[in-house]
């Protein structure tokens, strides 16, 4: 069973920039597997930033932006603020109609 | 602007059933793809299954833990997705939300999910 992996936290400090990225237990993420990012904060629906590897939802602000490095799926958060301080996870599609979610990084930011 | 709003989140005993709905307004819903997002309280998401659009074929796809229990449908006319779940069991409480996607990506926007328990 093919497992997606996120880094389980990860820490920035204010104005810093932060790459955070979702790989496959076996095997390279290309732009095929078409990964979206999601940035959740605790007690609210998770919110849309990234899909299709690097198109960004509507009102994201270009501080983040998403792209393939190496064999993983990345999303760089630039100029972070305080309240980028959230869970962060990433969706890959696998093929015949089937998407496995990471298990989610949490972003600090101190 | 895109509005979705899930509701029949209730307690249900193991191995009952339940039908969770998500009213959607604010974009063409008879061209959406819905898909149909959960997440245990505290752990991460989990994507339980998507429906495609009528014009694009209608098609459902599930995960597999949910395959042969759960059923998603849509009432284009109603602007209404559903799930019907079935054979639940505890490892179904979840926090249940509705997204709409495209071909390309389960989820664009969400709404703000019901709650299901699954508890004797």
């Known amino acids: 069973q093919t497992v997606v992996t996120q880094e389980p936290s990860f820490s920035v400090s204010p104005g810093g920039t932060v790459t955070l990225t979702c790989a496959l237990s076996s095997g390279s993420v290309s732009t095929a597997y078409y990964p979206s990012w999601y940035q959740q904060t605790p007690g609210q629906a998770p919110r849309t930033l990234i899909y299709?590897?690097?198109t960004r939802s509507s009102g994201v602000p270009d501080r983040f932006s998403g792209s393939i490095l190496g064999n993983k799926a990345a999303l760089t958060i630039t100029g972070t603020q305080a309240d980028d301080e959230s869970d962060y996870y990433c969706?890959?599609?696998?093929?015949?109609?089937?998407?496995?979610f990471g298990g989610g990084t949490k972003l600090t930011v101190l | 602007e895109v509005q979705l709003v899930e509701s029949g989140g209730d307690l249900v005993k193991p191995g009952g059933s339940l039908r969770l709905a998500c009213a959607g307004s604010?974009?063409?819903?008879?061209?959406?793809?819905m898909s149909w997002v959960r997440q245990v309280p505290g752990k991460g998401l989990e994507w339980v299954g998507r429906i495609k659009s009528k014009t694009d074929g209608g098609t459902t796809d599930y995960a597999a833990p949910v395959k042969g229990r759960f059923t998603i449908s849509r009432d284009d006319s109603k602007n209404t997705l559903f799930l019907q779940m079935s054979s639940l069991n505890t490892e179904d409480t979840a926090v249940y939300y509705c997204?709409?996607?495209?071909?390309?990506?389960?989820?664009?926007?969400w709404g703000q999910g019901t709650l299901v328990t699954v508890s004797s």
């Open positions: 299709n590897t690097n």
């Open positions: 604010g974009f063409t819903f008879t061209n959406a793809w």
């Open positions: 969706v890959l599609y696998l093929g015949s109609g089937s998407w496995v």
């Open positions: 997204t709409t996607g495209l071909a390309v990506a389960i989820s664009v926007n």
